[in-house]
């Protein structure tokens, strides 16, 4: 299961009740295959997790199975990221972040040949790009010696001059979603 966060990897990961017949449709669209276990709050569930053509195929492909078979969401990998995306039937994603041999029953696991790795949110950011986006009370994050810091931001317009304005001119400022 090494490549899982690999940017030129890319897959869908399916559970459902009708997995065979989701396993059908992707063998007729030339994806290739390999049956993985899932394992949530003490029960098991077969799944899949199958490499396709192009990021194109897998997420038109992802919405496809998802709208025909009644699932929620899958997880799809698009080819050129790092992280994977939970794809809900409607179309939108969700980042994700990839954790290995996951000890935390809250979160779905998939196992597969005594490997075993989850995907939990990852949190969303935007970068300001004026002082007018930044409010008082706001929390912002800043990178000091490659590592992130939380503030709150007291007075935007003092503060901007003095650390903000440098800190976006080298992509050192984010602001959680």
């Excluded at 090494?2 to 065979?20: C, H, K, P």
Aim: glycine share 6%.
């Amino acid at each position: 299961m090494n490549g899982l966060e690999s940017v030129q990897s890319s897959y869908i990961i399916l559970s459902a009740d009708r997995l065979n017949e989701m396993i059908s449709v992707l063998y007729s669209k030339e994806y290739q295959i390999l049956p993985i276990q899932g394992y949530y709050k003490g029960n098991f569930e077969d799944s899949v997790i199958a490499w396709g053509p192009d990021n194109d195929s897998l997420r038109r492909d992802a919405i496809f199975l998802l709208d025909h078979f009644n699932q929620d969401c899958a997880i799809v990998k698009y080819q050129g990221d790092s992280n994977a995306k939970k794809v809900f039937f409607d179309g939108s994603e969700q980042p994700l972040g990839l954790l290995m041999y996951n000890t935390d029953s809250e979160n779905k696991s998939y196992l597969h040949n005594g490997v075993s790795f989850s995907f939990v949110e990852a949190k969303r950011y935007w970068v300001p790009k004026t002082m007018d986006d930044l409010k008082v009370g706001m929390i912002v994050e800043y990178m000091n010696n490659n590592k992130w810091y939380e503030k709150k931001i007291q007075n935007p317009k003092d503060e901007w001059d003095r650390m903000y304005k440098l800190l976006l001119k080298y992509d050192k400022l984010r602001v959680p979603a």
